[in-house]
């Protein structure tokens, strides 16, 4: 079932590994098949250096295992509510990647200093506030997923593709599994840039939004006139 999903599922999740996302099993990676409402999604605990394709575990929109011989990730609910929530991304990566999870762990956005950032992302990247207890207790891989949404409530999840869950560490999603990996190695770059920019500089200021405007809108958008057609 969705062999060729799995694949590149897969492929992806290798990704976080060789990018140096991800220490031990501290990551994954999910692509959605939107047709049939299902998702597949690394195992739970498994080492990448054992992961093979046909390990990718298939998870319906219900939250229930469809096939697989490990149990999903134990974040798989969270995807869940991402993917429920943002019809148009297709894939979705969580890590713990040292320096975006630093900005999560001060409860910190990510602010646009630059045109390396506005590239990718239309604006800061938010942090989303800290779970309560009861939201802790009762369904935290679910709620983490809801805070997202709360957070984007007023955002495009397309223009901002990346979050960081305060205390815990960023989520990135994309049109698929890989480019959401790529956001993520996107996001990791601007946490180490923006933390040696605050390290250097003093009275720092965002980007001028028209400076901001001008490089997201030429990759991103109708009129994007960036790469090649």
Known sequence: MLDKLKKEVYEANMELPKRGLVTYTWGNVS???R??????????GVSYDELKPEDMVVVDFKGNKVE???????????????YLAFPDIGGVVHTHS?????????????PCYGTTHADYF???IPCARALTEEEVENGYEKNSGLVIVETFR?????????VLCKNHGPFTWGKDAAEAVY??????????????????????????QYLQDKHFLRKHGPNAYYGQK
Not at 35 to 44: A, D, G, H, N, Q
Not at 68 to 82: C, I, Q
Not at 98 to 110: D, E, F, K, N
């Open 31 to 33: 692509g959605v098949c």
């Open 154 to 162: 007023n955002l495009n999840p397309l223009y901002v593709p990346g």
């Open 35 to 44: 047709e049939r409402e299902l998702f597949v999604i690394k195992p739970s």
């Open 183 to 208: 956001n993520s190695v996107v996001l990791e770059e601007v946490a180490k840039m923006n933390l040696m920019t605050e390290q250097i500089g003093s009275n720092l200021a965002p980007a001028p």
């Open 68 to 82: 697989g011989r490990y149990n999903p990730s134990s974040d798989t609910a969270t995807h869940l509510e991402l």
């Open 98 to 110: 040292p320096v975006a999870t630093s900005w999560a762990q001060a409860g910190r956005a990510i």
């Open 122 to 124: 239309y604006g800061e």
